[in-house]
Nanobody, 125 residues
């Protein structure tokens, strides 16, 4: 059974930083995209970032330059380092994943079949 478990959410002031972690289990695909969505109640979910097997990272325009993805393959864990946080970053953040054909597949916003339960990030002034 595939499970993604997020951690690291919490409360932070404007301009501060947080690091989210996503630990995956039962996800055995050789090639993949793993990343993050976020959602505010009453709004559509928004794709944030992703990383492929080759280590190439992808970011939405709203977070590029402020957020950085990384990974620890031995721990089957990916991280989202968030800097210069803004109130509009407040949301539930979901870890997501999908198998891919190639290790260098471009990881966009569509097709993610595995979702975690989410972790709340609140940015306040």
């Amino acid at each position: 059974q595939v499970q993604f478990v997020e951690s690291g959410g919490g409360f932070v002031q404007v301009g501060g930083s947080l690091r989210l972690a996503c630990a995956a289990s039962g996800f055995t695909s050789t090639h993949y995209c793993v990343g993050w969505f976020r959602q505010v109640p009453g709004q559509e979910r928004e794709w944030v970032s992703a990383i492929n097997r080759a280590g190439t990272t992808y970011y939405s325009n709203s977070v590029q330059g402020r957020f950085t993805m990384s990974r620890d393959n031995d721990k089957k864990t990916v991280y989202l380092s968030m800097n210069s946080l803004k109130p509009e970053d407040t949301a539930v953040y979901y870890c997501v994943g999908k198998p891919t054909v190639s290790m260098r597949t471009t990881c966009g916003s569509s097709g993610y079949r595995y979702w975690g339960q989410g972790t709340q990030v609140t940015v306040s002034s």
